[in-house]
């Protein structure tokens, strides 16, 4: 049982380039959300997605774009990755599901921005 | 807007003994739920115990159960003969059912001594 799955788990990158952050849920799952977790603190929501087709902004926007590609997939994408995007990025889904509003993560990717 | 407050940044404990640890939230909304997550240094998140703020009943699951008082807002986590493994970041949070927006407490650091 997979669960969430993200891809790359590891990434460095140059400051300006771009890349995509993929992820994919096998649970049937309306929501999926992009946090970012800096070094000693929490969670921060970049966007989420309540259902497919739409998307919304989370606490921390700017510098990430997101698609709902259908109801397995979201991805976040940076179009120009700056130092500051230096993190560590986690994606989750939820659902009304069996166990109701229980929000489950993938194993979340390192990015480096150098 | 809800806000998760953790009022120990970190706390310590030896093994075999008990610690609490604090959440404090703030919602105008009657009915949510309220969860905890560890998340050990792999960094992957874990969910520990989950509440249903319509439920009077603390939820228990083995070690871990919660001391949950919707009047004063608080939903504090206790863990009982702690084991070297808990050692970790623990997380509050706080959803909204249909919200599908999960809001997260800056964590508590639990160090469990030998």
């Known amino acids: 049982n997979a669960g969430v799955t993200q891809t790359p788990k590891f990434q460095v990158l140059k400051t300006g380039q771009s890349m995509t952050l993929q992820c994919a849920q096998d649970m049937n799952h309306n929501s999926m959300y992009w946090y970012r977790q800096d070094p000693g603190m929490g969670l921060r929501l970049i966007y989420y997605?309540?259902?497919?087709?739409?998307?919304d902004k989370g606490e921390v926007p700017n510098g990430y774009n997101v698609s709902r590609l259908n109801k397995r997939e979201f991805s976040l994408r940076l179009e120009s990755a700056a130092p500051s995007q230096t993190s560590v990025y986690f994606c989750?889904?939820?659902?009304?599901?069996?166990?109701?509003?229980?929000?489950?993560f993938g194993e979340g990717s390192w990015l480096t921005v150098v | 807007a809800q806000t998760v407050t953790q009022s120990q940044p970190e706390m310590s404990v030896q093994e075999a003994e008990t610690v609490t640890l604090s959440c404090t939230y703030d919602?105008?909304?009657?009915?949510?739920?309220l969860f905890w997550y560890k998340q050990p240094p792999s960094r992957q998140m874990i969910l520990v115990i989950r509440?249903?703020?319509?439920?009077?009943q603390n939820a228990t699951e083995n070690r871990f159960s919660v001391n949950f008082q919707k009047a004063a807002k608080s939903f504090s986590l206790k863990i009982s003969d702690s084991q070297l493994g808990d050692t970790a970041m623990y997380f509050c949070a706080f959803m909204i059912p249909y919200g599908q927006n999960f809001v997260f407490g800056p964590g508590t650091r639990l160090s469990v001594l030998p």
């Open positions: 919602t105008s909304e009657s009915n949510y739920y």
């Open positions: 989750a889904s939820s659902g009304l599901t069996g166990v109701g509003n229980t929000i489950y």
């Open positions: 997605s309540a259902s497919e087709g739409t998307t």
């Open positions: 509440q249903e703020a319509y439920k009077q």
